[in-house]
């Protein structure tokens, strides 16, 4: 089992440039949520899918949107980047069981750095 | 608010006890977690708690949960060298769907 991967591990872009991240979750889960983690700072909830759609959001503005695919999958976009963009971010992935979570599992994030 | 709230740093020297403490906000948080992460590294999930525990113990790992305060600590008995990293303490609010609220993360240096 592989675990939460997400891809690229590194990312540099420039401001004002657009950037693709992606993720696959364990295997056997279905959700997907994905999270910002800045320079000395705890992760923040960006949004959750589940069933290829947005279920939950963070307070992100809508430069950040988000994409789950049939395998489950998902890809985070950001739009017009900003300096302040630049943060680890985390996928985390879990399964609906009786409706009830309890636990994520978090891939090694993708660092990305806007310049 | 919306905080949960760590101290940052903690140093203890190696074979000693580290007791890693956290407030969090929201009294029907169901699940409590705690996350460990190394340099350069994702979150690992070390263990949790559900909200209708007061402990839970798993090897060197005691969790104390104190809902009337909302107060949760995370004791590692037998502090190793390997256990420095940052601790993150998470709530979970709402029962569908995940959406961890995280603290700042305590610096745990463990001096040999």
């Known amino acids: 089992d592989a675990g939460v991967t997400q891809s690229p591990t590194h990312l540099i872009k420039t401001r004002g440039q657009q950037v693709t991240l992606r993720c696959s979750p364990k295997s056997g889960h279905d959700t997907v949520s994905w999270y910002q983690q800045a320079l000395g700072q705890g992760p923040q909830f960006i949004f959750q899918y589940y069933e290829e759609e947005e279920r939950q959001r963070g307070n992100f503005p809508d430069r950040f949107s988000g994409h789950q695919f049939p395998n489950y999958s998902s890809e985070l976009n950001v739009n017009a980047l900003l300096l302040g963009d630049s943060a680890l971010y985390l996928c985390a992935s879990s399964w609906i069981s009786d409706l009830i979570y309890t636990e994520a599992f978090f891939g090694q994030g993708t660092r990305l750095t806007v310049v | 608010g919306e905080d949960v709230e760590q101290s940052l740093f903690l140093s203890v020297r190696e074979g000693d006890s580290s007791v890693i403490n956290c407030t969090y906000t929201d009294s029907s948080s169901t699940y409590l977690y705690w996350y460990k992460q190394e340099p350069g590294a994702g979150l690992q999930l070390l263990t949790y708690?559900?909200?209708?525990?007061d402990m839970k113990q798993d090897q060197r790992l005691t969790v104390l949960l104190n809902k009337k305060d909302k107060h949760l600590s995370l004791r590692i008995a037998d502090t190793q060298t390997g256990d420095s990293a940052i601790y993150f303490c998470?709530?979970?609010?709402?029962?569908?769907?995940?959406?961890?609220?995280f603290g700042s993360g305590t610096k745990l240096n463990v001096k040999p």
């Open positions: 708690i559900f909200s209708n525990m």
């Open positions: 998470a709530e979970r609010r709402g029962n569908n769907f995940n959406k961890f609220y």
